[in-house]
């Protein structure tokens, strides 16, 4: 990533420092420079480039040599030519950078208190372009043009703003308004005082950012809080939370080095951390789990409205369940005029949706449960050139990818494809990529899920060739690419739902691996799911189909005992339902196994939101001691591995009801499957030689799961890969898909 980052002024600047000439250029295959001067100098500059770069390049690789000297006197920036620059990488948009935030604070500067302050080193990117190659004329700041200072420094190599297309100031630039619910403008002094004022007094606020709208309120102010989840009918499911700067991040939540280096970093992502005991911070922003979602401020206004108000702001994405973020003002008033009571917007207009990036810190590095603002959409290098593909992802979290050379363009978050807006979003998403990475692939992947909504999109694309990927297998081979391998593997992919070869719903899967095809050596052997996708939302049914697997006619008693079955709940029936199989269908699922564990430790009979039961059950296990492992068992039938866990769920009902503390059962439960994985993919080992194992799937966003099942795999001399730059999440299924479509096709 050397264009569109301020290196060519860089060079420059680094070329004038050691007395050098020669120019730079940028070109499609990267920057290219050219240094005349003695060769101490020359090294010098070599040195400087590379220890020294600006902060948003990524330098890959250098290569360089001798050419004749041209009695050059002078250094210069050479204008590339149209081709190279269709080819220049889109950056992702980045937090406003320390010098930009001094001046915006500095009272004699002519940018004080400018929220649209940026330069060569921060602001938007990708989601002011309307077109490519990524100049102000493509972007939506074309219709602010620019005042002759700042111009000047537009046009000048050793000035910061050089070349920065959204450079603006208060003369020239964008500029804020503050709205009322039904969109008239609110009289009064300024926007960002106004709305100060109104978030400390419990108000709604839609604060339009750089990919979206948030939905704002003061986090300290229960009511405020609990109101704002009555309005968005988001009865449980936490909230992000925005802070002012890290010393305030201090004060809520426990950080680490790592930490507190991944919330200051260019990129600004959430952060799921520990909370502090005793923080002022309204419980129902984060109900039921030991963890907050926090990030600092990225953009001028946020920093404004944070530097002398509410120390800590709730900032949830401004939208409907399962709609994609607003990104228009009229959109926003129209959209969410039911939940915000004020709009802070601007006249800037947002191009492309961006979500915020969500990480969690895992083993001292990023560990991705979100990859989108501040990521995307810089590619992904991997280790071989493939074929051009286009790859449609999943049906949940979803994201698009392009595969263009060694290049993986992968798309910033687009989410469930189950509305109409959600699934327009995909289209517009599919334009935007293809643009970014200049291709028109002849060859699109998919899930192999006849029902998902990206799989018809497929199939309704002419004139491209056809290649659907297993579910479980893009998660496989998404991980093998995040962590540049090839060759077999043993594949451990483990979440809640993906349409298996058989036309069952598979989800605890033991895969041999390359990236063109698999063989299924193993997976948790099959049990029901009673009344189908209602035992997603209700992990009882799930607890009740396993104990009585195991336990038959005791399952009943047990389940008297744990209170587990709601009230009101047809019991005769349901069990009726079970013994006909009727509204039953085979799974092999690991999400459901952690649904079921949590319905039986206690923790819920209903969820409101995916992985809830689990994730508080994970809550409570980092308190937990682990003792020793619980019930599992293996067996072998028709050439696979079966991994049996319902002997697990009665352990964990029978030690309950003998008054074992639950937090020590969630955490021995988490033990026991990490030993159960090491033990399958151990005897899938013996059986091929196969030394390298893989990990992918939603399950290994649970970090004590992760964490323990790497240590249990290498304590038996495995070598481990997991995921580091995407998702293990549906969020990284497009990649798969594309890395094993091109590799069909090589």
Same mark, same amino acid.
């Given at each position: 990533?050397?264009?569109?980052?301020?290196?060519?002024?860089?060079?420059?600047?680094?070329?004038?420092?050691?007395?050098?000439?020669?120019?730079?250029?940028?070109?499609?295959?990267?920057?290219?420079?050219?240094?005349?001067?003695?060769?101490?100098?020359?090294?010098?500059?070599?040195?400087?480039?590379?220890?020294?770069?600006?902060?948003?390049?990524?330098?890959?690789?250098?290569?360089?040599?001798?050419?004749?000297?041209?009695?050059?006197?002078?250094?210069?920036?050479?204008?590339?030519?149209?081709?190279?620059?269709?080819?220049?990488?889109?950056?992702?948009?980045?937090?406003?950078?320390?010098?930009?935030? %001094? &001046?915006?604070?500095? =009272?004699? !500067?002519? +940018?004080?208190?400018?929220?649209?302050?940026? $330069?060569?080193? /921060? @602001? #938007? *990117?990708?989601?002011?372009?309307?077109?490519?190659?990524?100049?102000?004329?493509?972007?939506?700041?074309?219709?602010?043009?620019?005042?002759?200072?700042?111009? %000047? &420094?537009?046009?000048? =190599?050793? !000035?910061? +703003?050089?070349?920065?297309?959204?450079?603006? $100031?208060?003369? /020239? @630039? #964008? *500029?804020?308004?503050?709205?009322?619910?039904?969109?008239?403008?609110?009289?009064?002094?300024?926007?960002?005082?106004?709305?100060?004022?109104?978030?400390?007094?419990?108000?709604?606020?839609?604060?339009?950012?750089?990919?979206?709208?948030?939905?704002?309120?003061?986090?300290?102010?229960?009511?405020?809080?609990?109101?704002?989840?009555?309005?968005?009918?988001?009865?449980?499911?936490?909230?992000?939370?925005?802070?002012?700067?890290?010393?305030?991040?201090?004060?809520?939540?426990?950080?680490?080095?790592?930490?507190?280096?991944?919330?200051?970093?260019?990129?600004?992502?959430?952060?799921?951390?520990?909370?502090?005991?005793?923080?002022?911070?309204?419980?129902?922003?984060?109900?039921?789990?030991?963890?907050?979602?926090?990030?600092?401020?990225?953009?001028?206004?946020?920093?404004?409205?944070?530097?002398?108000?509410?120390?800590?702001?709730?900032?949830?994405?401004?939208?409907?369940?399962?709609?994609?973020?607003?990104?228009?003002?009229?959109?926003?008033?129209?959209?969410?005029?039911?939940?915000?009571?004020?709009?802070?917007?601007?006249?800037?207009?947002?191009?492309?949706?961006?979500?915020?990036?969500?990480?969690?810190?895992?083993?001292?590095?990023?560990?991705?449960?979100?990859?989108?603002?501040?990521?995307?959409?810089?590619?992904?290098?991997?280790?071989?050139?493939?074929?051009?593909?286009?790859?449609?992802?999943?049906?949940?979290?979803?994201?698009?990818?392009?595969?263009?050379?060694?290049?993986?363009?992968?798309?910033?978050?687009?989410?469930?494809?189950?509305?109409?807006?959600?699934?327009?979003?995909?289209?517009?998403?599919?334009?935007?990529?293809?643009?970014?990475?200049?291709?028109?692939?002849?060859?699109?992947?998919?899930?192999?899920?006849?029902?998902?909504?990206?799989?018809?999109?497929?199939?309704?694309?002419?004139?491209?060739?056809?290649?659907?990927?297993?579910?479980?297998?893009?998660?496989?081979?998404?991980?093998?690419?995040?962590?540049?391998?090839t060759g077999r593997v043993i594949g451990l992919a483990m979440d809640g739902t993906g349409y298996g070869e058989d036309g069952t719903v598979w989800g605890g899967e033991f895969l041999i691996a390359d990236e063109c095809a698999f063989t299924r050596a193993?997976?948790?052997?099959t049990f029901i799911l009673p009344g189908g996708e209602a035992a997603i939302r209700e992990p009882w049914r799930v607890a009740m189909a396993l104990l009585r697997e195991h336990c038959g006619d005791e399952a009943q008693a047990l389940a008297s005992k744990?209170?587990?079955?709601?009230?009101?709940?047809?019991?005769?029936?349901f069990n009726e339902i079970m013994r006909k199989k009727v509204l039953c269908p085979a799974t092999s699922s690991m999400g459901r196994i952690f649904d079921a564990a949590a319905a039986v430790l206690g923790f819920r009979s209903v969820v409101n939101f995916?992985?809830?039961?689990?994730?508080?059950?994970?809550?409570?296990?980092?308190?937990?001691?682990?003792?020793?492992?619980?019930?599992?068992?293996?067996?072998?039938?028709?050439?696979?591995?079966?991994?049996?866990?319902?002997?697990?769920?009665?352990?964990?009902?029978?030690?309950?009801?003998?008054?074992?503390?639950?937090?020590?059962?969630?955490?021995?439960?988490?033990?026991?499957?990490?030993?159960?994985?090491?033990?399958?993919?151990?005897?899938?080992?013996?059986?091929?030689?196969?030394?390298?194992?893989?990990?992918?799937?939603?399950?290994?966003?649970?970090?004590?799961?992760?964490?323990?099942?790497?240590?249990?795999?290498?304590?038996?001399?495995?070598?481990?890969?997991?995921?580091?730059?995407?998702?293990?999440?549906?969020?990284?299924?497009?990649?798969?898909?594309?890395?094993?479509?091109?590799?069909?096709?090589?």
């Amino acid at each position: 990533m050397v264009q569109g980052v301020g290196f060519r002024p860089f060079i420059y600047r680094t070329a004038k420092l050691h007395n050098l000439a020669g120019l730079v250029q940028n070109r499609s295959d990267g920057v290219r420079v050219e240094v005349e001067g003695p060769a101490h100098r020359i090294e010098a500059f070599l040195s400087n480039v590379l220890e020294n770069p600006p902060p948003l390049a990524r330098i890959s690789s250098v290569t360089s040599g001798e050419i004749a000297c041209r009695g050059e006197v002078d250094f210069s920036i050479i204008e590339s030519d149209a081709l190279t620059q269709a080819d220049v990488h889109i950056s992702p948009d980045i937090a406003t950078c320390g010098e930009c935030v %001094k &001046e915006l604070f500095d =009272p004699g !500067d002519r +940018r004080y208190r400018y929220p649209f302050i940026n $330069c060569t080193n /921060c @602001g #938007p *990117r990708l989601t002011i372009i309307s077109d490519v190659p990524y100049d102000r004329s493509r972007t939506s700041m074309s219709r602010f043009p620019l005042c002759s200072l700042c111009r %000047k &420094e537009y046009e000048n =190599p050793l !000035d910061r +703003r050089f070349h920065a297309e959204p450079n603006a $100031c208060p003369e /020239c @630039g #964008p *500029r804020l308004q503050l709205l009322q619910s039904d969109g008239s403008e609110l009289p009064g002094g300024d926007p960002v005082t106004e709305a100060v004022r109104l978030l400390r007094e419990g108000m709604v606020v839609a604060v339009k950012g750089i990919g979206g709208f948030h939905l704002a309120v003061n986090a300290a102010n229960g009511d405020a809080v609990e109101r704002l989840r009555i309005k968005k009918n988001r009865e449980e499911k936490p909230f992000a939370l925005m802070v002012r700067d890290i010393e305030s991040a201090g004060r809520i939540a426990l950080l680490d080095d790592e930490e507190k280096k991944l919330l200051q970093s260019p990129e600004r992502p959430i952060l799921l951390v520990r909370k502090k005991p005793g923080a002022v911070i309204s419980p129902a922003v984060s109900p039921g789990l030991t963890t907050f979602g926090i990030m600092l401020p990225y953009t001028p206004l946020h920093h404004l409205l944070l530097n002398k108000g509410c120390e800590v702001l709730v900032m949830t994405s401004a939208n409907e369940i399962d709609e994609p973020i607003c990104i228009g003002n009229n959109e926003a008033v129209k959209r969410l005029s039911s939940i915000a009571d004020y709009f802070l917007v601007h006249n800037r207009d947002i191009l492309v949706r961006c979500d915020d990036s969500v990480a969690v810190s895992v083993m001292n590095a990023p560990y991705f449960f979100r990859r989108s603002r501040g990521y995307a959409p810089a590619p992904l290098l991997l280790h071989r050139s493939y074929p051009a593909v286009l790859a449609l992802g999943a049906h949940l979290k979803a994201t698009v990818c392009v595969l263009r050379d060694s290049h993986a363009f992968l798309s910033p978050h687009i989410g469930d494809l189950s509305t109409p807006q959600a699934r327009d979003f995909l289209h517009e998403t599919v334009t935007l990529m293809r643009r970014i990475a200049a291709s028109e692939p002849g060859v699109v992947a998919c899930d192999l899920h006849p029902d998902y909504y990206s799989t018809r999109a497929a199939f309704d694309m002419e004139g491209v060739e056809l290649l659907r990927v297993q579910h479980h297998h893009a998660h496989v081979v998404s991980c093998m690419a995040d962590n540049g391998i090839t060759g077999r593997v043993i594949g451990l992919a483990m979440d809640g739902t993906g349409y298996g070869e058989d036309g069952t719903v598979w989800g605890g899967e033991f895969l041999i691996a390359d990236e063109c095809a698999f063989t299924r050596a193993g997976h948790i052997h099959t049990f029901i799911l009673p009344g189908g996708e209602a035992a997603i939302r209700e992990p009882w049914r799930v607890a009740m189909a396993l104990l009585r697997e195991h336990c038959g006619d005791e399952a009943q008693a047990l389940a008297s005992k744990l209170a587990l079955i709601p009230d009101g709940v047809d019991i005769e029936f349901f069990n009726e339902i079970m013994r006909k199989k009727v509204l039953c269908p085979a799974t092999s699922s690991m999400g459901r196994i952690f649904d079921a564990a949590a319905a039986v430790l206690g923790f819920r009979s209903v969820v409101n939101f995916e992985a809830q039961a689990a994730m508080e059950m994970e809550a409570a296990a980092e308190s937990g001691e682990c003792g020793h492992a619980l019930s599992h068992e293996v067996m072998k039938g028709n050439g696979a591995y079966q991994l049996h866990l319902a002997p697990l769920i009665a352990a964990l009902a029978h030690d309950r009801l003998e008054g074992v503390r639950i937090p020590d059962l969630a955490r021995a439960f988490h033990r026991t499957i990490a030993e159960a994985l090491a033990d399958v993919a151990g005897r899938i080992r013996i059986d091929t030689g196969l030394d390298r194992a893989v990990l992918s799937g939603g399950c290994f966003q649970n970090r004590i799961l992760l964490r323990d099942t790497v240590e249990c795999l290498r304590k038996n001399k495995f070598k481990v890969f997991y995921h580091r730059r995407v998702p293990a999440n549906d969020g990284g299924i497009a990649l798969g898909q594309a890395v094993s479509a091109g590799a069909r096709k090589l």
